[in-house]
């Protein structure tokens, strides 16, 4: 027992140093192993970010198509309201011009119900380009029973205001002569004073026309804006259509005559619609 003491005692340095290095080497061993386990920490971190940061790209990305797809169906659907407001404006449209032609057919009813004469209604189908109030063409013919010199009319404010007269027929329209062509005359009088005369149209594209051969007395007893009517003495036309008005008064000196310009009610230049007299015409 005392050599074992006596043999420890001399390698008690030995034995410090083998003691010492054993705990070295346990404590490097514990050491490398929380190293190796950050290490692992450390890796496991990068890749979950890299791999957050894929999965963000690739959610991007995704986002991103389907926003264009989002994007073209919008741009179908406005294509489609586009087309759709189209329609509905074409169809507002329609139904405002069916508004207007059931309103202008009324009136025409209600024209024709007011006329005390015997008539066909007949539209202005086709005008005589270049020549202002030469002639113009109506939807009626001999099929319908027309003559030709029937006298044309038309109701402006109530009142029967003579047109003119079938010039030409063919089976089924009608040329008219109306009353301010130069070809044209008709027998009239003043409605008030009720002085004859002659009324003639200026032609040539004037719109005004010439009533003349009144007795020169009638001077004072016409004025600005009287009424002229047809007389139905020796003419074609019935009496008491409603011709025009007075717009100027001429009175020469020398002339055994009045002369008078007259302003006619019907505005030929918006004329669409007339009444052919079927009570007399013919030659």
Known sequence: MESLFSYLKKKRNTLVLLVLLGFSLIALAVQSNDISNGSKQLGYSFFATIQRGISGVGLWVNDVFRSFGELREIRGEYQELQKKLLEYRSMERRLIDLQEENSRLRRILTQSEQT???H???RVIAKEPGVLFRGFTINRGESHGLK???PVIALVDGLPALVGRVQSL???SAKVLPITDVQSYVAARMRDSRYEGLVNGMG?????LIMEYINKQARDSIQYGDLVITSGLRSLFPADLYIGRVEEVRAAEWESSLT???RPLVDFSRLEHVFVLTEGGGE
């Not at 040539?204 to 005004?208: E, P």
Request: no cysteine.
């Open 116 to 118: 005390e004469f015997e």
């Open 120 to 122: 066909l209604n007949a």
């Open 148 to 150: 030709k010199a029937a």
């Open 170 to 172: 063919s089976r089924s």
């Open 204 to 208: 040539q594209g004037q719109s005004t």
């Open 260 to 262: 008078l310009e007259i």
